[in-house]
């Protein structure tokens, strides 16, 4: 069996992105393709090119595809929420059987739900960290994934309101 794992796999709205593959990889095929879509701006069937505007949703689709004659095992996708963007809460998801994490300190370290210290009444207590404060969600794929099998992954971010709008 072959292992494979996504390190860093930065998003490229509406871009396709060619991660590092093993040598026995057939370099021609694309093993994973990111999507980028206004969602809000597809719902409400704006102009200007599906923009995004402050409040705005934007789905973020990850379709790896095992582009090698093995299975493949330890894929791992990590991707960097982009600045001016902020985390929806409950939208990262797959299809297939997967763990998803979150960093909260730029990847370095990822938990399920991320926690934070707060001082309340003098003393120290641990927090979920607000969802602003989210910097990267990893997907970690729990099966292997067959030869031509794809791996579906998503999730969902706000465009921040300009300095000077409410959220």
Known sequence: MRTLRFLQVALLVLGVIAPRLSATQAPSRKSLVITAHNVTAESAKRDAK????????????????????????????????????????????????????????????????????????????????????????????LEDVAPGAQVTAEFRVQVNAAPGEAK
């Open 50 to 141: 599906n923009m995004a505007r402050p409040g705005d949703e934007i789905r973020y689709t990850l379709v790896f595809t095992n582009v090698t004659t093995g299975r493949v095992k330890n894929v791992q996708f990590v991707d960097p929420i982009p600045k001016g963007l902020v985390y929806v809460p409950g939208s990262a998801a797959a299809r297939q059987s997967v763990r998803v994490e979150y960093s909260i300190d730029g990847g370095k370290a990822y938990a399920e739900q991320p926690m934070i210290a707060v001082v309340e009444d003098g003393r120290t207590v641990q927090k979920p960290a607000p969802r602003e404060r989210y910097t990267h969600v990893r997907w970690t794929v």
